[in-house]
């Protein structure tokens, strides 16, 4: 069973950046890795997934693209994210989700994931 443990939260001002992270206890290969966020009285969103064996095939909300990179080191079991230009609607905790099988496709559909961290929160200060 491969548990996966998020890092890099924090409180930031409206603009600046953060970088989470997410180690995984066992071998990520072959499988789209996903962050996803929920803020209080949302529903979980799809923030970013990569496919672990193809780091190119990538997919972003609209909310996030060209702000936040998303990238996967399969040597060391480590999914990142980087945050930049964060917003107060950024605001959330943010979690990294792991898709058993094959990744056809990286999706942002957090019932497509089947192993889940436990977050990291971030909170970004207009």
């Known amino acids: 069973q491969v548990q996966l443990v998020e890092s890099g939260g924090g409180s930031v001002q409206a603009g600046e950046s953060l970088t989470l992270s997410c180690v995984s206890s066992?071998?990520?290969?072959?499988?789209?890795m996903g962050w996803f966020r929920q803020a209080p009285g949302k529903e979980r969103e799809g923030v970013a997934a990569?496919?672990?064996?193809?780091?190119?095939?990538?997919r972003y909300a609209e909310s996030v693209k060209g702000r936040f990179t998303v990238t996967i080191d399969n040597a060391l079991n480590t999914l990142t994210l980087q945050m930049n230009s964060l917003k107060s609607e950024d605001t959330a905790l943010y979690f990294c989700?792991?898709?058993?099988?094959?990744?056809?496709?990286?999706?942002?559909?957090?019932?497509?994931?089947?192993?889940w961290g436990q977050g990291t929160q971030v909170t970004v200060s207009s």
């Open positions: 990569i496919d672990s064996e193809d780091a190119h095939r990538t």
């Open positions: 066992g071998s990520t290969m072959r499988s789209c």
């Open positions: 989700a792991a898709k058993r099988g094959i990744c056809w496709s990286p999706s942002l559909l957090a019932s497509q994931y089947n192993t």
